[in-house]
């Protein structure tokens, strides 16, 4: 069982950044594809971004949406994942997940991960 809990949400005025981090228990998580997502008031959770691998090569994928604004990173030794999103839009707005797989390769879907956060909330003021 993984547990993942989720920080660095809050509230930033457009343009703005902001890192979220989302430590993992255990001691596998290397072996994990981690993932974003997020949901907004009166929307389904979307995919934002994935990561794999380690040892000094990464595999990683986004939502159109946030290409060249956030980027994703891993810091195994620390069983971190983290989420840095620059350039913020009120668009933006949601709560943020983080998720787990373990397993190879990127993922892009809901379906595909075994573990999630409780969420943190991000809010993009305009």
């Known amino acids: 069982q993984v547990q993942l809990v989720e920080s660095g949400g809050g509230l930033v005025q457009a343009g703005g950044s902001l890192r979220l981090s989302c430590t993992a228990s255990?001691?596998?998580?290397?072996?994990?594809?981690m993932g974003w997502f997020r949901q907004a008031p009166g929307k389904e959770r979307e995919f934002v971004t994935s990561?794999?691998?380690?040892?000094?090569?990464?595999?990683?994928d986004y939502v159109d949406s946030v290409k060249g604004r956030f980027a994703i990173s891993r810091d195994n030794a620390k069983n971190t994942v983290y989420l840095q999103m620059n350039n913020l839009k009120p668009e933006d707005t949601a709560v943020y997940y983080c998720?787990?797989?373990?397993?190879?390769?990127?993922?892009?879907?809901?379906?595909?991960?075994?573990?999630w956060g409780q969420g943190t909330q991000v809010t993009v003021s305009s």
């Open positions: 990561i794999w691998g380690g040892g000094g090569a990464y595999w990683a």
């Open positions: 255990g001691r596998t998580f290397s072996r994990y594809t």
């Open positions: 998720a787990a797989r373990l397993g190879d390769g990127l993922r892009t879907t809901i379906n595909e991960y075994d573990y």
